[in-house]
């Protein structure tokens, strides 16, 4: 049986992932959009083919046996409180809240509630990825020494809301929205930091451009440089004792290896899937996990190890180091 | 630090472009200003919005998210402006920049700052041109609906008395500069650059925290209401100067020139021209094969040859013109009435850029 789901939030996200995701997908039934502006979830229905548009988790309670929640962070545990609090299981779009406390909160409620809460983690499902995974857990690598992520290029996500650059909404910028994934790929491959070091280019407001280093146990460092404001490699590049790889992060299908001084670009997928594929593994993999009651993907665990570390990071604060003899002090470019 | 502006309730409109940014940015952190910034595309806030300037969604075409923005405020900069086809620029650079007129005058606002550009006197102003030198319209949708624009914010000082000085920048280059900083060092780093007249015209440039400089004391100056300033670096250096800072940041010792006055220039846009327009009528790729292949291949030709051609005429008329320009601007006005004086000289300004564009992964 087909998976009754209604998608709670109508952005950019909704419309260009979730949506088109569920109606690809064989295995759920996308009964409603839920959204407080009813007149864009009306157009979004209509461009659709969804028969039904909604203004509250209430009004489509009873009609669903899921919901995805792709709002902005802030109203996540509100959102998230009222659908468990009906017996819903959730994939929640990340993060998954704003802060810890709040993802611990909901979390924690969802457990109590015996409820799926799996996260949108999207690049866990992505081929490469799984990939390393594998080669770390078979010890192919040997010990990782290094890694290192860039991540980058001039903002151009078509958000609604604004939410990522709102101080009245989210509590910070870059790493707090794009800077999740790789995030959750550092904690999926290596788990928990034993050390941080943190800067950003924030001057009261939220971080457009970041630098990260972290320290794992058995001594592997990572260092993340983070960007919206320019174009970085967008690569991720694992030194190991026995070998390197490399990830494009925004080409799924292959993986870099450099082995005994010989380069090779392993296929590790038949084409890079596009960004709907992966969204619509991610709901099918959820689908699954109510169906059998596994644990999928991304839990609200690993949710909300994401939102810890983040929260550390921005606890741990430096301001961006200035170039040096700069002739305005105080301002970073 | 310029003062005057510790506590004020400031709109800036196009805070999120180039120019409006780092203006918005001085304010805040330098200035201590209470700022607002009108936020049209929301993708475009990555700059602005590190600050902690209040960022409000709308669009100087939508007089009431301009007049909720305007709402208390003292000073108002006008640097919103649009680019591209006519109905875009008259919407944004003209009707919106009524909006915004007409919102500080209900507003009762004691400053507005008006962003116009030297493009209002043509490429090629006469030698010693100063503010007063007469308007040229170029026949392009931007130049001319600027005119129109800054003629309106004229209108509102002479009928309505609202204060509006006019800051008519130069090229303004620096960090986030895309015409005269970004797209150049790329296409140097191609071997697509060109010098014109190797490079021997007068560059009235202005780096962008220059021009920041004296938009801000023309937004307390009581003696900048009522006036029209040029603002630039000087114009003490060649565009073979200004160039070469760019290229040696790339490593390139030395760019091509193509000249100003050959008699292939004329021949080389017109067949540019006209290869453009080929090009244009080609965009379309056919799916089935053996016509993709005879498209894209004939196509892939065809842009060859307009490339090679280009070489001779690298750059639009207007362009070319303005690169050959030897005219010097008159800025006495500038000094006289806002105390401008560049902060940055072309050396400490290259320096600065260099700074930005290596941060920002240009330069890899």
Request: a neutral charge; aromatic letters at 8%.
């Amino acid at each position: 049986m087909k998976l009754r789901i209604a998608i709670v939030g109508c952005g950019a996200i909704a419309e260009l992932g979730h949506i088109p995701a569920a109606l690809r997908s064989d295995k759920v039934t996308l009964v409603a959009l839920v959204d407080a502006d009813l007149g864009r979830a009306a157009r979004l229905a209509e461009r659709f083919g969804v028969s039904r548009t909604e203004t509250s988790i209430e009004s489509v309670k009873s009609d669903v046996d899921a919901l995805v929640i792709a709002t902005p962070p802030h109203i996540r545990k509100t959102l998230a409180f009222e659908a468990l609090s009906h017996g819903l299981h959730l994939l929640c779009e990340k993060p998954l809240a704003n802060n810890a406390q709040d993802a611990e909160q909901i979390a924690k409620r969802a457990e109590e509630a015996g409820r799926i809460l799996a996260m949108a983690h999207t690049h866990r499902f992505l081929s490469n990825r799984s990939y390393v995974q594998n080669l770390l857990q078979s010890g192919e690598l040997g010990r990782v020494r290094r890694v290192l992520i860039e991540q980058g290029e001039p903002a151009s996500w078509p958000t609604l809301s604004g939410y990522t650059y709102r101080r009245d909404m989210v509590p910070g910028g870059v790493l707090l929205d794009e800077g999740i994934h790789p995030l959750d790929m550092l904690l999926w491959w290596f788990g928990e930091p034993e050390g941080l070091s943190y800067e950003d280019d924030s001057v009261g407001g939220l971080e457009s451009n970041v630098r990260l280093g972290l320290q794992f146990a058995g001594g592997t460092e990572a260092n993340v440089r983070l960007s919206r404001t320019c174009l970085l490699p967008n690569l991720i590049k694992l030194e190991g004792e026995r070998a390197e790889v490399t990830i494009p992060i925004y080409n799924e299908a292959v993986v870099g290896i450099k082995r005994d001084g010989r380069n090779t670009n392993k296929k590790v997928a038949k084409r890079s899937r596009d960004y709907v594929d992966s969204v619509a593994a991610q709901l099918e993999d959820f689908a699954e996990c109510i169906e059998t009651g596994q644990r999928p993907k991304a839990t609200a665990e690993d949710g909300l190890k994401v939102v810890k570390l983040i929260d550390q990071c921005y606890g741990a604060r430096n301001d961006r180091v200035l170039p040096e003899n700069a002739p305005l002090p105080g301002l970073t470019w | 630090m310029v003062g005057g502006y510790e506590g004020v309730r400031v709109l800036v409109t196009g805070g999120t472009g180039f120019i409006g940014s780092r203006l918005v940015e001085r304010l805040v952190i330098e200035e201590k200003a209470e700022v607002r910034v009108l936020v049209h595309h929301w993708a475009k806030a990555a700059w602005v919005s590190r600050t902690s300037a209040d960022l409000i969604e709308g669009d100087v075409t939508d007089p009431l998210s301009v007049k909720e923005a305007m709402q208390g405020c003292d000073v108002v900069f006008h640097c919103a402006a649009g680019a591209g086809p006519l109905e875009a620029c008259e919407t944004i650079n003209v009707e919106g920049t009524r909006v915004v007129l007409q919102s500080a005058v209900e507003e009762g606002v004691s400053r507005f700052v008006h962003l116009s550009t030297i493009v209002v006197h043509g490429p090629t102003p006469p030698d010693e041109a100063n503010e007063e030198d007469a308007f040229r319209p170029l026949g392009d949708p931007y130049a001319d609906t600027k005119i129109k624009g800054e003629l309106l914010a004229w209108d509102f000082w002479k009928k309505k008395g609202l204060p509006v000085t006019v800051i008519r920048p130069t090229f303004v280059w620096g960090p986030r500069s895309p015409y005269y900083t970004i797209e150049p060092v790329q296409k140097i780093k191609k071997g697509q650059w060109s010098l014109v007249d190797k490079g021997h015209g007068l560059c009235h440039a202005v780096y962008v925290d220059n021009l920041v400089d004296a938009i801000l004391l023309a937004g307390v100056r009581p003696e900048a209401v009522g006036n029209a300033f040029f603002v630039t670096d000087g114009g003490g250096y060649t565009w073979a100067a200004f160039y070469s800072g760019l290229a040696r940041m790339v490593g390139v010792t030395s760019l091509p020139s193509a000249s100003s006055t050959s008699w292939q220039m004329p021949i080389a846009f017109f067949l540019t021209g006209a290869l453009g327009r080929i090009i244009y009528a080609m965009r379309r790729t056919p799916k089935a094969e053996p016509a993709r292949f005879l498209v894209r291949g004939v196509r892939f030709a065809i842009r060859m040859v307009k490339e090679f051609i280009g070489k001779k005429a690298p750059y639009p008329r207007p362009d070319m013109a303005m690169y050959a320009h030897t005219g010097r601007l008159d800025t006495s006005r500038a000094e006289a009435l806002l105390g401008y004086q560049p902060r940055y000289n072309l050396d400490e300004a290259m320096h600065e850029t260099e700074v930005w564009l290596r941060d920002q992964n240009y330069l890899s």
